[in-house]
């Protein structure tokens, strides 16, 4: 099973090339009925199977059971749209087995990722010297970032250094912010300070109350506060600049999470919404979702990495090799920071590692499809993608206003629009989002806004067109 087998290769590239030319994704059905046990049953014991029926069962059976998030008629969730020349690249990832963890084993790759990491932090407004690494998705993003969040503050200068022994630090967070925060604050052993919103957004002065309020009660000291770049529900993008001058005045880590939203910092329109996000120590951006990238990948950024690092490296003898910028025959020593920007430390520095970035290893170099993509295609295509999908939200706004039967429930900032069927239950919303993804119409499933049922959609694939949002009001009537 080591040799090179060109007709499985044959096989596998042959499917690979029929998916990478579906014109449009359909959308597909999923596996809700599904019972997939009498397919599997035995197929794994030990002997093994031909390659061509294994093949076979996922191309007919189990590729089929998906609704497919990459295609223009997904509109629920955060949907995907990869660009064709990154997922061809995420298969060179695939085949070179690469391990992007250090800078000794994968120096060119680490190089090509930071290249990305400091486009994407020069764009967010961040010091040259920021940076970080790529993770699996926003969840783990947020975990990693809020975990050093919560260190620095432990460490001897920090907020909680003088705090009681067992007192549990706080983290401020709206109900807005993404569910993936409130499970990393209670993985960290940290409680969260809800803070009220003002219309749904992190404002200055609803921070400075709950804040103020903090000092008073019982609970543990404040150590960071999250605002959000584009709120998954709604698409709203917090006071970035109120909240973060609050938060750095009284000493406290500003964490952005701009997982959905932050492809928009492409868009120099969008960007004017972000103001003051410039101010985070650590950023969660996700390419996987508004920057075209398949699955996994997530930015990380941080201010000042050196803070960092002092979190998560983790020290084993075995692993100290990584700890020495590596020096080839003849070659002076390279040690590669951000690839765009400082790549060549003094003697004596040390190299960057992207496993000191995160709470990970082993890492697969996620950032590289991304990496390929925008180095083929340019970032004024980034751009136009991005905006091609804020001006459809825009337009679609509009429909929904004059198409008599629904009802915009709040102007979109994004991508994201909430609108209800004037009339429907909830009842309604579920049994026309299951007859319209029958329909092959489009994937909306209802949410929940204000305590009210409503509709949701989330536009990103920049060939959702009007006509398709048509479909789905004309489908409401
Ligand atoms: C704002 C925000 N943060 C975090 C996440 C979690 O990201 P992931 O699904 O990549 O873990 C999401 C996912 O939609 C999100 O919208």
Known sequence: MFVYDERTTDLVLSYCRERLALDPVP??????????????EGLIGPGGNDPQKVLDLFTEHLSTAVVSIDSPRFLS???????????????????????????LLAAGLVAAENQVLSLLAELAGLPPEAGGTFVSGGSAANLSALLVARDTAYAADGPMASAEHGTRPRV????????????????????????????HRLTASSLTAA???????????????????????????????????????RGMWFHVDAAYGGGALFSPAARTRFAGIEQAD???????????????????????????KAV???????????????????????????????????LGEEPWNPTDYAFQLSRRSRGLPLWFS????????????????????????????????????????????????????????ERWSSRILSDQIALCVPTTWEGEPVARLALLHPETTLAIVQQVLASMA
């Not at 052993?189 to 919103?197: H, N, Q």
Request: glycine share 10%; proline share 7%; net charge negative.
């Open 211 to 249: 804040l103020d309020g903090a000092e008073t009660d019982a609970g543990g000291p404040v150590v960071a506060v999250v605002a959000t770049g584009g709120t998954t529900n709604a698409g709203i993008v917090d006071d970035l600049n109120g909240s973060g001058a609050v938060a750095h005045q």
């Open 312 to 346: 998560h490296t983790q020290d084993a003898a075995y692993l100290s090799a990584f700890r020495s910028a590596p020096r080839a025959p003849g070659r002076p020593p390279v040690g590669g920071r951000r690839g765009g920007r400082r790549d060549e430390p003094g």
């Open 282 to 308: 650590s950023l969660v951006i996700d390419p996987h979702k508004w920057l075209f990238a398949p699955y996994d990948c997530a930015a990380l950024l941080y201010r000042d990495p050196s803070l960092a």
């Open 374 to 429: 925008l180095a083929v295609h340019g970032t004024d295509a980034y751009r136009n993608a991005v905006e091609t999908a804020i001006a459809t939200a825009r337009d679609a706004t509009e429909l929904i206003k004059t198409t008599p039967h629904t009802e915009l429930v709040r102007e979109p900032e994004l991508s994201i629009l909430l609108f209800r069927r004037r009339g429907w239950t909830r009842g309604d919303y």
């Open 77 to 103: 969730f955060i949907p995907a749209a990869p660009t064709k020349d990154a997922l061809l690249f995420d298969m060179v990832v695939s085949s070179s087995s690469l391990n992007g963890a250090s800078w």
């Open 172 to 199: 401020a967070v709206t109900g807005e912010a993404h569910s993936s925060v409130t499970k990393a604050i209670h993985v960290l052993g940290a409680d969260p300070l809800v803070v009220p919103t003002v219309d």
């Open 27 to 40: 959308l597909d059905y999923g596996g809700y009925e599904a019972d997939f046990s009498d397919l599997l």
